[in-house]
Every structure is written in C-alpha cells, then in structure tokens.
C-alpha cells in the first residue's frame, strides 16, 4: 500500500521504535511520538544504533493532540493508540488527528491500526485465561473490569476491540476501509511455534497459512492482532 518512492510517515505511538526503524531502513523520512518517556528514550538509543538510516525524529506527543500541521505526513501509523486508549470518543480523535495529517491530495495513504480481539482469544500476557475468567469483560462495552492492584498477571487495560467495532471507528473518523488483514492468523495456535520458525521449509508452510486466511472474514477472531488499511477520502 505505501507507494515506492520514499515517504513521510508518523509512526504516533511507536514505542521503542521497531516499526519506525524498519521503515527508516527502507528509505522513509520516518518521525516518532510517544507518550511514555521510557520509550522515547529506548527508541533514540535504538536510532543512534542504527546510523546509516536513523529515524528523524524522536519526541513525547499525544495521539490525541498531534502538534504536526494539516497535510504533512504521507503514512500515518496508530499501532498502539488504538487499544492502549480505552474510551471510544479518544480513539475516535486520535484516528481524526491521524486523518488531519495525511497529504491534501486524492491518492490512497495508509494507516496502520492495531486491535486486540476478546471472545477468549488468548493474548500473550501471563495467566490470561484465568484473568478473563476471574474479571469478566464488560459485555456492554468490550472493556476489561478495573484491574485489581497487586496482581502481576495483568498485562494492561485497552480496549479490545471486535472487528464490528472497528469498522464503525474508521468509518466514523472519515475513513474509507480498503482492507483489514490478520497478523498471527492461526499460526500461533501450533504448539511447536519455535521449532516450525526455526525450519526454512517449515516456516514457509506456516506462512502460506497465514496468508490463505488473512482476509477471510470468519478467521479474523482467531488472530490476536489485525491491521486495517485506511484511506483518506479524495
């Protein structure tokens, strides 16, 4: 989806930066922000030691409140605001903030919006299940209940969102949706993940699953991350 010749691209909660480096290594003019100071400082460390192609800038910034002007980014990326923010209205102004950035012309540009799915999926954090047993998620809103102090097999509270959900935040932040595709797909559920991985032949198999179903609509539940592909009306 993002076109050949370099690019401008926000990476809007990029954490320690693996995403921003890749792109930056590729070519792209990449700028991160993040709200976490930890991050910030883990992605600049991460940057000096890649000085060939470092990421351009590194700075504490607010999904929300994005102080980047209207039209100056190519590639938008939300990988983590999108279930790290747990109320619908904020992740609603931070996919607009996204939109607001994107080049004022009618070619298709890309986001990248990570979710976290519930229905018992199992995600990988310590004792999940029995933490989802244990604190029910609050049917009316997908929400995780508070969580309780003290309790170190917590991993977070976000969001989690159903596909259903999703598509009505994109459409409602004036996105168009080109495509949503699984990440994992069911190649987490082997129990032998490592040793597959580790086997050339093996992991082309694996990957060959993962693509077969990655846009099939009923297979979207049983992968713990998805990315939709997001376009800015003309």
């Known amino acids: 989806h993002m ?3 370099p690019q401008k691209v926000l990476d809007v909660g990029g954490s320690p930066g693996v995403y921003s480096l890749w792109l930056a290594s590729l070519g792209h003019e990449v700028r ?3 709200p976490v100071q930890k991050h910030v400082l883990q992605a600049i460390d991460a940057s000096r030691n890649q000085p060939g192609n470092p990421i351009a800038s590194i700075n504490i910034g607010d999904a929300r409140s994005l102080t980047q002007g209207d039209g100056s980014f190519d590639t938008v990326l939300l990988m983590g605001p999108l279930y790290r923010l747990s109320e619908r209205s904020d992740q609603i102004i931070a996919l607009q903030e996204a939109r607001r950035l994107w080049v004022q012309i009618a070619n298709v540009r890309v986001g990248g919006l990570q979710m976290r799915l519930c229905y018992g999926r199992r995600c990988r954090c310590n004792n999940r299940q029995s933490v989802l047993r244990k604190y029910p998620l609050r049917e009316s809103k997908q929400r995780p209940a ?3 102090r003290g309790r170190g097999d917590f991993f977070t509270t976000l969001f989690m969102h159903t ?3 999703l598509k009505a935040e994109i459409a409602d932040s004036g996105f168009g949706l080109i495509e949503t595709a699984a990440i994992q797909g069911p190649g987490w559920l082997a129990t ?19 693509r077969s179903v990655e846009h099939e609509c009923s297979m979207m539940c049983v992968s713990p991350s998805n990315i939709p592909i997001g376009r800015k009306p003309e």
């Open 3 to 5: 076109q050949t010749r």
């Open 32 to 34: 991160l922000i993040d």
């Open 146 to 148: 508070p969580q309780p």
């Open 163 to 165: 596909p259903d959900q």
């Open 192 to 210: 032998d993940f490592e040793s597959r991985w580790a086997n050339p032949e093996r992991r082309t198999l694996l990957l060959e699953l993962v």
